[in-house]
């Protein structure tokens, strides 16, 4: 099918794709340079979690890319020795904060948190700001959940907390906020400039993309959840 496709082009410069380091693109990266197209980029939309095999590469694999866009604020060197690396700001950061961002307020005791994509996380966190609901009755929380969520959220009705759909519609700015588990959200809350703090949950390992990153703070309990707002 990718040969089918770029068969039909006379001339091929440069390529964009998703870089995930996985069959499909290594498929289209062969297939294009059959092609004899010319240099190849992969983009790594999302942070790079210090467990993802996938990005460990070695010089055996010679499929890559000729450069890696990869976000400036999670970069490490501990990947891509040997590629050209190109260190981009994100879109939200260029477009969000200086479109939208300048003409909204912030909201006192507003709290945005950013879902997991794994519901036990999720779970684990609401369900122990709401069993000491009374704590935090003065926060409003919105709970903005991963695409792929199942969690029914009306089981924490004694908090008071509301469901964010889409960011682009908010009408106030959020002071304070929480990405859950490994999120990849942190992206898009630092480039924010509010407080950000990862949670952590119980009996698991810190998986965040912000792993061994001492300016992100983090909440293992209640506790640290309190000090963190009340900041």
């Given at each position: 099918m990718i040969d089918d496709f770029l068969s039909k082009f006379k001339k091929l410069n440069k390529s964009f794709i998703i870089y995930e380091n996985q069959g499909w693109d290594k498929i289209f990266r062969t297939s294009w340079r059959n092609h004899k197209g010319g240099r190849v980029y992969g983009i790594i939309n999302s942070a790079i979690r210090y467990w993802d095999m996938r990005y460990f590469l070695t010089k055996k694999n010679l499929i890559y890319p000729d450069v890696i866009l990869i976000n400036k604020l999670f970069y490490t060197n501990n990947y891509f020795h040997s590629i050209k690396k190109i260190l981009i700001k994100n879109i939200f950061q260029k477009t969000l904060i200086k479109n939208t961002l300048k003409k909204l307020k912030y909201k006192k005791n507003a709290i945005i948190i950013y879902g997991d994509i794994?519901?036990?996380t999720n779970f684990h966190f609401l369900d122990e700001i709401h069993q000491k609901y009374q704590t935090f009755k003065k926060f409003t929380f919105y709970y903005k959940p991963h695409p792929a969520s199942k969690l029914d959220i009306k089981i924490f009705n004694r908090l008071n907390l509301k469901i964010l759909k889409s960011e682009n519609k908010k009408k106030f700015l959020f002071k304070k906020s929480i990405s859950l588990g490994?999120?990849?959200s942190v992206l898009e809350i630092k480039s924010s400039k509010n407080d950000l703090a990862v949670y952590v949950p119980p009996s698991s390992l810190?998986?965040?993309?912000?792993?061994?990153?001492?300016?992100?703070?983090?909440?293992?309990?209640?506790?640290?959840?309190?000090?963190?707002?009340?900041?």
């Open positions: 794994v519901d036990k490994a999120t990849s810190d998986f965040s993309p912000t792993f061994k990153i001492k300016k992100f703070k983090k909440i293992y309990s209640s506790l640290d959840l309190l000090k963190f707002l009340n900041d």
